[in-house]
Structure formats: structure tokens, C-alpha cells
């Protein structure tokens, strides 16, 4: 139980961490190549915040959990547009890119209405309405790189080789251990190496900020690199832990799927957005939920389709779906306040989600 305890620790450290190196990062990149920050937020921190969907999703698919695949994703997506974005408008105040109310935000809704349409043909995505998924995805990013210069950002070449430095190594080992952990042969236990793994993260990322992440190639690109490293290992660890409490507690694992999951898995959103809003970039943090939806619902979805066939239960159709598409399109509201989120405005966003939540709960205990 203890043990457990210092993961969330260690989890919220490095989600802080972890958020505050990438918002560095990204943004010191878009300057660097002339591309927006709207854009880095819609593409490279929103692909980055959503690895801990497509990890679960890919395998809970590849492991014959068709319906954890699914639900992740139609989970995430609500938390993400309430709580990732309306959390930072409670506490600072927002002012949503009138671009994104208008563009993006409907290619979100629209990603909602494909995933629905191409499940509803088989009662499910199979290999081929994956394919179609993750070639809309691709469509829908290269038209963003194409438009997404910045008039006002220096144009600048990039090299044709990131020097050779210990940070380019770190990354390259974080990125491995995420991806296949560390060997059980190493004596340490999962949620120990996990601690390793995040300490050793943060000290890097801090030299790495100390050494000019705002002005070197190689150390804006760690800084993102490292910056959604731990993201990703600070959700994990998160989820780790509070799992452990919870089931120890007698909560069952049902309810624990439906709550601690579904947020540990968007965390590194809320994380992002909340740092994004702190630190007057707004672009960022709009731009990080709507893109991550729209990654989730193509990237995500479609890529684990493609791995393996993933059949859609009724209540997907039914309730799901449907609520996930209306949340999509709730932004559009957004355009008669010039894109103005009010303190008020963003803690109604909370409570409906919070809302939303009891109710997926209380049906799943039977209406207790």
C-alpha cells in the first residue's frame, strides 16, 4: 500500500514535469520551424498526450478485449473536451482559436460520425475501416502542415543531422523502456523501475533545459521527447497506483476501469492543458484536446482495427456514440462568445463530466 502511494507520488511529480518540459519544447520548436502553435498542439503534443490510449487500445485489442479498446477511446475523448479544457477555463479563464472552433472542432465531430457509420456496416471496424481510419488521419494532418505556417515565426532551415549529444541516447533508452519495460532480470520490481525510470527522466530533462532548450535543435526536440516520456510513465505509474489502492479497498475493478483508468489515461492532456492555460497559450491548450480526440478516434481506433478486428458492443451504438458526438460539437456553442470560456462556463464543463461519470457508474453497479 505504501508503495502504492509513492507511485501517485511520483506519478503527479512526473506528469508536472513531464508537462512543463513539453510545453517548453513545443513551443520553442514552432517558433524555430515557422509552424504554428496551434498546429504543434494539434499534431505533436496531441499525438504525444494520446500514447497511453493507443498503448491500451492496440493491446487491449491485440489481447482480445475488444470492448476496453473501445470504451477507452469513447471515454477519453469526453474527459478530454470537459475536464482538459474546462478545468484550465475554470482557473484561468480561456479563449478558444476561433480556427480550431471552425475547423477543427468539426473534423472532430465528423471523425465521431465516421468511426460511428464505418461500426455500424459490421457491427464493428474491421482491417479495412481501420485502414480508411488512419488514412483520414493522415489526410487530416498533412493539410494541417500545409497550412500551418506561421507568417510571423522565422522561417529556418533545419539540419540535416540533430548533434550527437547524451540527450539524443536518454531518449532513445526512455523511448525503448516504454515500449518493452525493464528486464525482470534487473532485480527491481515493475512500479520500482518505473520510479527509476521517471527520476532518472527528470533530471534529464532538467540539464536539458539548463543547457538552452529554447534556443538548441537537438534540446527543444528532447525536451518534447523527454517531456512525453514522462507523461506517459507519470499516467502509468498513477493508474498503478491508485488501481492497487482502490481494489485493496474492495472497489471493484469495474468501477476502477471506469474512473481511475479513463483519467489516468488522459492525464497527460489535463497535465498539458493546464500548463499550456497557466502559461497564456491557449492555442495549446485548446488545440491538444481537439487533436488528441481526433487521433484518438482515427489513430487509435483505427490502428488497433488494423491489428485486430474490434467488434462494438450495443450500448457503444446506443449511449456512447451518441454522447460522444454531441460533446464534439459542444465547442461550436463557443462561437457565439468569440470563443470566450468563462471561469463559470468551465466549471459547468466539469461538473457535467463529473455528472456523466456518476451515471456510467451507477449503471454499472445496477443502479445503485
Known sequence: MLLSFALIVLGLAALAQGGDSLIDGATGLA?????????IGLTVVAFGTSAPELAVSVLAALNGA?????????????????????????IYGLTA??????????????????????????????????????????????????????????????????????????MILITANLAIGLPQSSGAPGPLNHGLTMGAATLCVLNARRAGAGQRLDAQLLAVGLGLALLILGSKALVSGASTI????????????????????????????????????????????VGSNIFNLLGVLGLAAVLHPIPFETRFFTVDLPLNLGVALLPLVFLATGGRLSRPVGALMVLAWAGWTAWLVAEELGGA
Open 31 to 39: 517558433r524555430r520551424v515557422g509552424v504554428s502553435p496551434l498546429v
Open 97 to 170: 482559436p476561433k480556427l480550431t472552433l471552425r475547423r477543427d472542432v468539426p473534423v472532430g465531430a465528423l471523425a465521431t460520425a465516421l468511426v460511428w457509420g464505418l461500426a455500424s456496416t459490421g457491427d464493428g471496424l474491421g482491417r479495412l475501416e481501420g485502414a480508411l481510419l488512419v488514412l483520414a488521419l493522415v489526410v487530416w494532418v498533412v493539410f494541417l502542415l500545409r497550412g500551418g505556417r506561421s507568417g510571423s515565426a522565422a522561417e529556418e532551415e533545419l539540419p540535416d543531422q540533430l548533434s550527437e549529444s547524451w540527450g539524443a541516447v536518454v
Open 246 to 289: 482502490a481494489l485493496g479497498l474492495g472497489i471493484s475493478e469495474a468501477v476502477v476501469g471506469l474512473t481511475v483508468v479513463a483519467v489516468g489515461t488522459s492525464a497527460p492532456e489535463l497535465t498539458a492543458g493546464l500548463l499550456s492555460a497557466r502559461r497564456g497559450q491557449a492555442e495549446l491548450a485548446f488545440g491538444n484536446a
Open 66 to 90: 475488444p470492448a476496453l479498446a473501445v470504451g477507452n477511446v469513447l471515454g477519453s475523448n469526453p474527459f478530454n473536451l470537459l475536464v482538459a479544457v474546462g478545468l484550465p477555463a475554470a
